[in-house]
């Protein structure tokens, strides 16, 4: 696993809009793992895969009651 270095405002990849995941592989796996990673070293709650340079729809969370990760999230 790694630390992932967070981009900051004003990076371009923050204004696009991320691409859907078609297919969970072996590399979004292992993105989930270095997303949480780098969320709970920088001592955050979530993380979203472009704050970390990465165009996909991918998020992960925890507030406290254990990772959760979401991949092509949808606000309903």
Known sequence: MAVLPIVTEGHPVLRRKAKPVGKITKRIQRLIRDMAETMYHAKGVGLAAP???????????????GLVALVNPEII
């Open 51 to 65: 704050q970390v340079n990465v165009s996909e729809r991918i998020i992960v969370v925890d507030v406290g009651q």
